[in-house]
């Protein structure tokens, strides 16, 4: 039996206004301005620099909560578009960012990827064809960092599926070494770390340390690997030394020849900050990028259009909804424009906030002045929501004295030193590099020993606590940072 009811609901509803500045906050400089051009290629009613006629784009904002437009074409008052009883907002608006502030970098050029580059290096090779298949199949299995993973059966099989190239094992094998391996960068095509180590060591030349460190390398890897420098004198009879003289000489290969060619095909990421924060006369100064704040008004065009409208005499329908989109296209682009100075002003107060909440930090540039930080205490103090704060901090960057930093590095959790004083994750993290850089290398502080010293200083914090930092500044046990 079907019944009526009258339910209330309390809804929040975000309007297409509200939706387009939370996309545009979290965008950064350069996703910013594809965005930019975007809405200019769409929106013919948006325009670039600076304006001679004057137009009003004090729009009436004529739509019901949800968003419909509830104008008609009948009656649409063209004088609301072309009063100028009062000046724009944009003429009056001083924009202070002009393109001497911006900072300029370098362009990367193009050049031979790693790929291409040991492809055009067979040619110098005296080969057959069927080697030649072989060999650029290998460069083509060889991966960014310079190793070819896959096993040599494996590649056979691809060969003979792939290029219709059907060889043998042995075959394969010989082109690898004697060919593919000769490539440079040396060690470009070898299996594994130990065939990487060695091949570059062959290559430099017969000595006493490099015969030793090859020997090392092919009979002992594990051990050398793992540091276990006793059981290495034991093995190979040699002094503490010689073995010293090894490290030194395998220290100076490189373990990924293939990452170390200056083309490589990887897509070189360009910074660019969304702040600058100086230090004048002791003080900080912010700015914002000047990408950041372009020049938008409504294009003339327009106004001339509604101008021929509201001066004829016969308004036809074709006519009427030429004005109908003209007006929404004029919205459009009044909603754009209130959207980007809203970001401009939310990515100013954000900041801000912060360089003064860590205004030790930047005077300093040392990371123990980092006062704990969490979204909320930035959300509060500027009386905004913290998924607000959070698109600001995960995807913007600031340009410092100090390098250029994402905005959320500045952020950390807090913990109690032994004076009950909130101190920053971050400032215990600085100590504790510190610490392991002081160390003596020849008996490394294991992660109990270092909690001791952390607690001594005023820091108490577990064991396991010590191991979880000590991961995430991507340091080694203590074992493996072991020297002679």
């Excluded at 490099?210 to 006793?230: G, M, N, P, Q, T």
């Excluded at 490189?254 to 083309?263: D, E, F, L, T």
Aim: proline share 3%.
């Amino acid at each position: 039996m079907l019944k009526q009811s009258l339910q209330y609901k309390l809804l929040q509803k975000l309007s297409p206004q509200q939706i387009q500045l939370m996309k545009l906050i979290q965008l950064p400089t350069q996703a910013f301005e594809e965005r930019l051009k975007q809405e200019i290629e769409e929106n013919p009613a948006l325009d670039t620099g600076k304006e001679s006629e004057t137009f009003d784009d004090d729009l009436s904002n004529e739509y019901d909560d949800d968003g419909t437009d509830k104008i008609d074409t009948e009656d649409i008052n063209i004088d609301e578009y072309l009063s100028d009883d009062e000046i724009p907002s944009y003429k009056t608006q001083a924009n202070n960012y002009s393109s001497d502030d911006e900072e300029k970098h370098t362009p990367y050029a193009a050049g031979t990827t790693f790929h291409q580059s040991l492809k055009n290096q067979l040619n110098t090779f005296r080969i057959n064809e069927e080697e030649k298949a072989i060999a650029e199949f290998l460069v083509g299995s060889i991966d960014d960092s310079g190793y070819i993973r896959r096993s040599i059966l494996d590649l056979v099989d691809d060969l003979a599926f792939t290029q219709n190239v059907f060889t043998t094992e042995e075959k394969v094998t010989s082109v690898l070494k004697n060919v593919v391996h000769n490539l440079d960068p040396i060690g470009v095509g070898a299996r594994d770390l130990k065939e990487c180590l060695i091949i570059q060591l062959k290559t430099k030349g017969e000595t006493e340390v490099r015969s030793l460190s090859i020997e090392i390398l092919e009979h002992a890897f594990d051990h050398f690997v793992k540091k276990h420098y006793k059981k290495l004198i034991e093995k190979f009879n040699i002094s503490e030394d010689q073995l010293k003289l090894v490290n030194q000489e395998i220290s100076k290969l490189n373990p990924k020849p293939g990452s170390s060619y200056a083309g490589n095909n990887k897509i070189a990421e360009q910074i660019v900050p969304d702040f600058t924060i100086r230090i004048l006369d002791g003080e900080l100064d912010l700015t914002l990028n000047a990408r950041n704040a372009p020049e938008l008004h409504v294009s003339k065009e327009y106004n001339n259009m509604l101008k021929g409208y509201q001066e004829s005499t016969t308004k036809s329908k074709s006519q009427k909804d030429a004005v109908f989109f003209i007006k929404q296209k004029l919205d459009a682009a009044k909603w754009f424009i209130d959207a980007i100075k809203q970001r401009q002003q939310t990515l100013m107060l954000t900041m801000n906030c912060i360089m003064h909440y860590q205004y030790e930090y930047f005077l300093t540039g040392d990371e123990r002045k980092l006062k704990p930080m969490i979204l909320k205490d930035i959300a509060d103090q500027i009386n905004m929501d913290v998924s607000t704060v959070s698109r600001v901090a995960n995807s913007k960057y600031v340009s410092t004295p100090y390098g250029t930093k994402l905005i959320k590095e500045f952020f950390s959790e807090s913990m109690k030193n032994d004076q009950g004083e909130d101190v920053s994750t971050k400032e215990i993290k600085k100590i504790l590099e510190t610490v392991i850089k002081e160390e003596n290398k020849r008996k490394p502080l294991t992660d109990d020993k270092l909690s001791t010293i952390l607690k001594e200083k005023g820091y108490p914090i577990a064991r396991r606590t010590v191991a979880k930092y000590r991961e995430q500044l991507d340091i080694p046990v203590a074992r493996l940072r072991k020297e002679i």
